[in-house]
């Protein structure tokens, strides 16, 4: 595939809005993970949720959480700023909006069905299921507010949602439809996935611990992540970027659990090196889905090793933010793109005892390393499954 250049990015997680507060957690080991406390919920679980969403100022710019906290991302480092020249330079119809989410607005699906009248059993009048629980809302948000009218388009893809926008937005940059496209999208804590992961028996009962001997399950936070990407120029800046490569696959092993030998997840990381033109030994770290499931944290490294061998250093960034379902693809690319531009191998805080029984190279404290090139795994239900490559420019 032709690269593309990442020329901005943006992101709001548990661990803060914007690229520093990323990169100071990134580098300190801190984790955005407390006792969940959210809505009404009543589970023993961790959760990233971010904080402010629901104030007064927000709810009155924004009725559905999801979009609040897509708006909070488009307002971090300048991004939407950054965006709003692009327009000028391609004009606002040459730019495509390609952004996913996987439960979107559900949330005010929630508290609206709370609220519906006794007697006949409708929904309050300001219910709108158009601009929250539909899935398209997060694309309608962003296109509007950023003033852009080019091709829109709304992923929902499980947890590879926000990876498989990377492949979409090529695509289309790739057949002329657009100039340059905004990847991304958002995703929101709500009582659906809470009480939904909990009656699978996947919730963990402490901040989640990938790649432990003892690790009991995920913990489920909330992100926003955007990207601008466009075709590379003589002109691009020493410290950017490039989306070297994207590969996807589907095994559809089973509805809620990976194949037991990593297949999906193996096809979509080779798929990805053949689209960069790559070989594994041209990796130097991969972000690893990495949720702290017992199945999956055993099929990754399966596959991972099968095909790169036990020397990448490798580590999932989830014990931070948490799971951020939807949203995941795009923050863990952001924090694959941040780990290149300064020089860091993420660490994992939660993580004590390493499971003696996997074999990737997992790296549990951060480390300083020149990284060129980065692989982001991002693998969901029904065997959807996204590999990324990003890598140096220079």
Do not use: W
């Amino acid at each position: 595939m032709q690269p593309l250049v990442l020329s901005n990015f943006s992101i709001v997680t548990s661990l803060g809005a914007g690229l520093e507060a990323t990169l100071d957690a990134l580098r300190t080991g801190r984790s955005g993970l407390v006792p969940c406390k959210f809505e009404t919920v009543k589970l023993p679980t961790y959760v990233g949720e971010i904080s402010g969403i629901d104030d007064p100022a927000n709810l009155e710019t924004a009725p559905c959480r999801n979009s609040r906290i897509a708006r909070r991302a488009l307002e971090q480092d300048g991004f939407a700023r950054n965006v709003a020249l692009a327009r000028e330079k391609y004009g606002p119809d040459r730019i495509g909006v390609f952004v996913g989410t996987s439960t979107s607005g559900i949330l005010e699906s929630e508290l609206a069905y709370r609220q519906r009248n006794s007697v006949n059993g409708r929904l309050p009048d300001a219910y709108d299921y158009a601009k929250s629980h539909n899935t398209f809302s997060v694309a309608d948000f962003v296109t509007e507010y950023l003033g852009l009218g080019g091709p829109a388009v709304a992923l929902s893809s499980a947890c590879a949602t926000t990876a498989k926008v990377f492949g979409t937005a090529s695509r289309m940059i790739a057949s002329g439809l657009c100039d340059a496209a905004i990847v991304g999208g958002a995703d929101s804590l709500c009582l659906t996935t809470l009480y939904g992961f909990h009656s699978l028996n996947l919730l963990s009962s402490s901040p989640c611990r990938p790649f432990d001997g003892e690790r009991d399950g995920i913990s489920i936070g909330e992100a926003a992540g955007f990207a601008l990407l466009e075709k590379t120029s003589q002109g691009k800046a020493e410290d950017a970027v490039m989306l070297l490569g994207v590969g996807e696959s589907n095994d559809a092993h089973h509805m809620s659990t990976p194949h037991p030998e990593g297949l999906g997840a193996r096809l979509a990381m080779e798929r990805a090196l053949a689209a960069a033109n790559l070989d594994t030994k041209d990796i130097d770290y991969i972000n690893l889905h990495g949720t702290a499931t017992q199945a999956g944290d055993i099929s990754e490294d399966i596959a991972v090793t099968g095909l790169f061998g036990t020397d990448t250093p490798c580590s999932s960034t989830k014990g931070q933010t948490g799971h951020t379902l939807g949203a995941a693809g795009i923050v863990e690319a952001i924090i694959a793109s941040l780990s290149i531009r300064y020089g860091l191998l993420p660490g994992s805080p939660n993580t004590r005892n390493l499971d003696t029984s996997l074999r990737s190279r997992y790296i549990v404290k951060s480390e300083k390393a020149r990284l060129n090139r980065v692989m982001s795994n991002s693998f969901g239900f029904g065997g959807s499954n996204c590999s990324l490559i990003l890598g140096r420019a220079g």
